[in-house]
């Protein structure tokens, strides 16, 4: 078992930046790939990125890329998610996930991937 427990969500302006930690506890962090996804009002869920348990790969939405950076600290059991030049459209509650690395390879960048899940922080970005 494994308990995600995401901080860090606010209200920040447009062009703001905001860094999102998820602790994790229970079952050491190392044997979890991380993802971050994200869920607006009236959206489906969806993927913004993700880290291998080594931390050795990253992925990320294309809506996100060159301004979002996951890593993870395997000794502190944390997962970040550092968001820079934030736009109206990244508001969403920001949902922490671990998927199990012991029965297969890697992160995903689908949520049903996904093992365990935090209950979610609010980011709202205003224009």
């Known amino acids: 078992q494994v308990q995600l427990v995401e901080s860090g969500g606010g209200l920040v302006q447009a062009g703001g930046s905001l860094r999102l930690p998820c602790a994790a506890s229970?079952?050491?962090?190392?044997?979890?790939?991380m993802g971050w996804f994200r869920q607006a009002p009236g959206k489906e869920r969806g993927f913004v990125a993700a880290?291998?348990?080594?931390?050795?790969?990253?992925g990320y939405a294309d809506s996100v890329k060159g301004r979002f950076t996951i890593s993870r600290d395997n000794a502190k059991n944390t997962v970040y998610l550092q968001m820079n030049s934030l736009k109206t459209e990244d508001t969403a509650v920001y949902y922490c996930?671990?998927?199990?690395?012991?029965?297969?390879?890697?992160?995903?960048?689908?949520?049903?991937?996904?093992?365990?899940w935090g209950q979610g922080t609010q980011v709202t970005v205003s224009s």
């Open positions: 996930a671990a998927k199990d690395t012991r029965f297969s390879n890697g992160y995903s960048r689908t949520s049903p991937s996904y093992d365990y």
């Open positions: 880290i291998s348990s080594s931390g050795g790969s990253t």
């Open positions: 229970g079952r050491t962090c190392s044997t979890y790939a």
